[in-house]
């Protein structure tokens, strides 16, 4: 099998996060490195190894030997550099958030599509293990109630792209939110923490509490709760359990991951086993997602419409936190002409 060769936009946490991770993925490998700052591109190819080092990622378009791209410099500058991706005719791995308006991650979407490229975004969780087993244990759950610590535009979209894309199944009909700025954080959105409640077309509901930087260390950052008919299922530890309860039986401790925490202290000399094969945020399962995307030429399963789509659904939850109005979502996404993404 050809290796497939990628070039690695963003030479900062994730990108460190994604190169090693890369080393675990079957016939994939990083070779060239840019960075805004070029002294941090040329430290990876010093740390990681690889071809060269740029201060311009364009170099990496023009490399007619590279595959694909890694981009991760954050949603203000990834929508300019997937499009210039895309023009070039590179596969693309790009960090959530996609974009900062819907307009801008539209414009991205349509040029990924009219390029043919494959793209994924980062939105790993839900590739974990623990979700996927979830997902497996309540297909169709009821009622989902899901809370996270820190910033919306950092974290909401993880979540609530679980909620849409993964745990509820209908389309969704109507957002209701209240919230407010009370952390000081995310002074350009209209609220920093917020609670709102989601309706699908077959009358299940999620609610879902963003709550600034207040933080349960017994929950870690997020966790989820499904409830269906005649049982729960717990998501906690930022999704290292997940736990099945029914009315009747003790919990049944359904998965538990057990390596080290990447949040620990000792955290660096563990970082490649904690979130490569071995991992639970589902960070090495979506490189080696895209890669088989390409050699299958199929769609990876976290595409840019699902990237468009939770951008969509965080401004209908901000949409209501202003207006203090319920939104008709098909009304509200009408605007753009843009629908909700096939599951
Ligand atoms: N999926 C996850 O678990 C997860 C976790 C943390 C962060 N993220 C996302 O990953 C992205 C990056 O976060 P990070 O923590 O690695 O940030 P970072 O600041 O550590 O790294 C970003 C790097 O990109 C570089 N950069 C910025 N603009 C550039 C440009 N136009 N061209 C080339 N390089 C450029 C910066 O110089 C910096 O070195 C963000 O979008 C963030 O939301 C995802």
Redesign the pocket.
Known sequence: MKALRFGC???????TLHVLNSKYAPGMEVVAY????EE?ARKFLADFGGEYATGD?SRLFADASLDGVLI????R??P??GIAAARAGKHIFM???IAVTVEEALELENEVRKASVKYLI???NRLAPAVLRAKELLPDPWITFGQCTDTVS?QAC?NLDLIVHQFHDAPLVSVYATGGHYYGLDGHLPADSFIATLRFADGSQACYIQHGRAYNALMSKYSFQLFGQDKCVYLSKRFKECHLSTALAAPDFSTIFSGPDFSSPDAKSHFKDVRGPHGY?G?YDELAALCQAIRQDTDPPMTVEHGRHVLQVEKAIFESVTTGQIVDYGEFLARWGAGQPKR
Do not use: N, S, Y
């Open positions: 936009i963003g030479c900062g946490g994730m990108g840019a960075d805004a700052v941090r990622a991760q410099t954050g949603e500058h990834h300019a550099l960090e959530k958030p980062g939105l790993c950092g993880h945020m960070h």
